[in-house]
């Protein structure tokens, strides 16, 4: 009879001791359930830890970390490749405005035009406008179609930089944008020397840097804008700016800032101009004296083609 009350006892020990971890391990499994559904919404990517001291469930969670590791990195990967599109389509579509801005001025100024030598020179420039807004689709449809592209497509890797007149280009840029400024009663004031000043830059780059920063001074600026390009190749654009600081002026080029929301600007134009300016060899930097912003440009020279 003693014997078989010991037995009893015993296993009563032994059912208690069963039905704890039972609880133990239910409570363990919860844990990594709820871990797991965690991990799984992107909630956490804290690896998955138990209470329970249980050997067969803690590697179950060691292997479970090890597989949503790499599922972290693959989702990791996807939202990163998905932000770099985003970015490339957005800096893309800003550039997209500036030649549009560009072929508006050249159609009115062909409205009121009678001289036929000049009207093909402007139906020229108007060709070649287009042929950017043709180039930039491209990119665009090429950077939105790829998750791999780290940045924004400023200029063609293979594209080696090319010895450019930078008067001449300067004169065209600010030419096509020249109705809209005085449109807005603005007669800029410019200061290019008579001879050619060679220096060394991609024209596709040295286009849209003078298309951004002239587009954003056509935004922004309210009664005059000067421009001035020396002998030595540096291009200042300046402009009257009484809202800025001196520390909104320094972060100008900072990608997505705006002084002014209400402008429609994306805060793209200068970090795209100073991209370019530095893949091609040259610096751009800006400046605030007594309320008047300017943009200095300096670009590589290069000496006189042969």
Do not use: W
Request: aromatic share 6%.
């Amino acid at each position: 009879m003693k014997a078989l009350i010991i037995v009893c006892i015993v296993l009563a020990i032994a059912l208690i001791l069963a039905i704890i971890k039972i609880v133990v391990l239910r409570r363990g499994f919860d844990e990594l359930t709820e871990n797991i559904e965690d991990q799984v919404k992107g909630k956490t990517q804290i690896p998955i830890t138990l209470t329970t001291g249980d050997k067969h469930a803690k590697r179950t969670a060691e292997t479970l970390n090890r597989e949503l590791k790499v599922l972290q990195n693959e989702r990791n990967e996807y939202l990163d490749g998905n932000r770099k599109v985003a970015q490339a389509v957005t800096e893309i579509s800003h550039d997209l405005r500036t030649p549009l801005t560009a072929i508006n001025s050249y159609l009115d100024i062909l409205k009121d035009e009678t001289d036929e030598e000049l009207k093909a020179k402007y139906l020229e420039r108007i060709k070649s406008r287009t042929l950017s807004l043709s180039d930039l689709a491209d990119e665009l449809f090429k950077y939105s179609t790829s998750a791999d592209q780290a940045g924004y497509p400023v200029q063609d890797k293979e594209t080696e930089a090319e010895t450019l007149d930078i008067c001449r280009t300067l004169e065209e840029c600010l030419l096509s944008f020249y109705v809209a400024f005085t449109d807005k009663g603005i007669e800029p004031e410019i200061e290019i020397p008579d001879e050619p000043v060679y220096v060394s830059c991609e024209r596709k780059s040295a286009n849209r840097i003078f298309e951004n920063i002239i587009s954003n001074a056509l935004k922004y600026a309210e009664d005059s804008f000067a421009v001035k390009l020396d002998t030595k190749g540096c291009v200042t654009f300046s402009n009257p700016a009484p809202e800025l600081t001196p520390v909104s002026a320094a972060k100008l080029f900072d990608r997505y800032y705006t002084v002014n929301e209400g402008k429609n600007s994306t805060g793209l134009g200068f970090t795209i101009a100073k991209e370019l300016i530095v893949r091609n060899g040259g610096t751009i930097e800006s400046n605030l004296k007594e309320g008047v912003f300017a943009i200095c440009v300096h670009f590589k020279p290069e000496e006189k083609p042969v």
